[in-house]
């Protein structure tokens, strides 16, 4: 029996995804091979992987003068990446800073340039994100840095921050393709996979063409987005199984009806769960409401003994994955694109039982 | 029907693997999710690891004295990787040029430090490895480097090169698991798993532990052995799935009896092929006996007009993936662990035939 799995990353997928990729597995569509058997140079993959991005640009709304780059690495590859592509030695950029991720990127960036970090909500305990319209970023800066979602924090920005001619870099690892997103603001978007585009081990990267040529020489080329953008994301072997598998969930979007009916079913979700939350008296969340993740919701009970019980019972229902980040404790439920209504119902019904015999 | 694959890289893969993947692949277990869809954090998840780990450690006869990381990136990671952990800025290393890869790993070495190529097998067309000594290793060189495989060209060492006291580094992506390989004479063994691990998209790095320590401060983080090695390669979230399937592949190399198993089968597969290339007058393979590669074998037809009949008649007979690299043209059979002896015979055969009708 499946159950409904709310791990941060590597999260649930789609069962028709994976039951696809489990008929196909070895023997792809009559070609006597499984995927991750092809050369990543044959007529086959080469099909797979331009398919992927044609359906990333697609649902993303990519424009033309970008690249979408299929890397591996993760998000933390990117936090070296972003300043090697960018940024000559000695030159700064601007970070926001909204949490966790944030803070990761930041440290990363500083082996490389002199961070400016332009807000900082730590007064907040990151609770929040900056005001729009209240971030100063130094006309010079080689870019304006931010977390669009904090997986740990549970923040999500509602709004694209304005960087004037700086151009904007987020880290969009958990929004990506969750709602609709306006590329055309944006300088660089990065994004792990393994969080709504499928599995570990796949990074996706959507770059403004302008911006490439600018790498520092010395970025190793498994970073560097104009040699890979050149290359088809193939200078090197990429992750065909999982760039595969990203393709698989990228036409299950389409089928689901694209980001707007994503953004809909995932604003019903979040609304369920906080509205669950906020008219309870024993659940609460820290974060502001206009700032709350749709992607990640973190919960507490009134007491930290109570988290291994409502854990406990968690598993006995069914429910995965429910212990909040290591760093923080509580509870968090991440719920993705391929998280159903149906899972987030059963999970306040939990909380709402938990709550009676504890409360 | 299954095809036989003599793709380069990604490769053919044993049945068994693929087969018990495929079963698991919406349930792993009974824990109700997909191995792809586990927190990394997870015991289950964590038990797949570290007994991957302890497969691989135990089959390669890896010292206590080493880390094993499971990595991102590929070999082409690693030819930045060795000189940001291994050398400070301005330092010297060593390289021995035996061929295509070679020459990327010198190439990317080069943006990094100051590179001695100590040998060159120009003169023979990358035909052989240097004799055994010949070597002269300045003994102020951070390591010397060489690539124990060429996939292009066909070329491997049968020999481990005796750099004295500097770390010896090799990628030994086409070779690693094929053969027993006396991993203390190493400094730092990588390898792309691609080849006779598994998937693409997993990179294994041997490093001896007194070697960690000397990374430079600017070495991006999913780069850095030690910082790698001190989060159990968990410092960001690892190619899980990969890593599954790794863990499942040494599993299989086990049940077949292990390295020496191996090295008896792949030596029966290379000889039957390369007798049957030596025994023509229509088929050659331009590599000096005593350096040929057991694991990609290219060969030429007398003349070039030959190849696409053959590869067509090879795809009608179930032979895939013999093209040889773009960059040199005529065949290459790649022929790893999991390609089984039945494959090797029916190529010979095929090979045979064609002869006949053309020589």
Known sequence: MRVYNF??????MPLEVLERAQSELTDWRGSGMSVTEMSHRSPEFVSIAAEAEARMRSLLGVPDDYAVLFLQGGATGQFAAVPL?????????????????????????????????????????????PAPGSLEVPADAA???????????????????????????TDASSTILSRPLDVSRFGVIYAGAQKNLGPAGLTVVVVRKDLLGRARPETPSVLHWQA???????????????????GLVLEWVEQQGG????????????????????????????????ARSWMNVPFLAPDPALDKPFLAAAAEAGL?????????????????NAMPLEGVQALVDLMTDFEKQNG
Not at 259 to 268: F, G, T, V
Not at 325 to 334: K, L, P, Q, W, Y
């Open 143 to 169: 870019y304006l840095h931010y977390t669009l979602n904090e997986t740990i924090g549970g923040v999500e920005f509602p709004y694209v921050p304005d960087a004037g001619d700086v151009p904007l870099v």
């Open 7 to 12: 791990s941060a990353g590597p999260a649930t």
């Open 259 to 290: 980001l707007e009916a994503m953004a809909q079913r995932n604003r019903a979700k979040a609304e369920l769960l906080y509205g669950a939350i906020d008219s309870s008296d024993f659940w609460s969340n820290p974060v502001d409401a206009d």
């Open 228 to 246: 890979m953008a050149e290359a088809d994301s193939m200078l090197n072997t990429p992750p065909t199984l999982a760039w595969y598998l990203v």
């Open 85 to 129: 592509n960018l940024a000559a030695v000695g030159a700064t950029a601007a970070y926001v800073n909204t949490g966790a991720w944030s803070k990761k990127a930041i440290a990363e960036g500083r082996n490389h340039l002199d961070v400016r970090v332009v807000a900082d909500e730590k007064d907040s305990g990151y609770a929040t994100v």
């Open 320 to 336: 995965s994955g429910l212990g909040g980040h290591r760093s923080v404790g509580g509870m968090r439920a991440s719920i993705y």
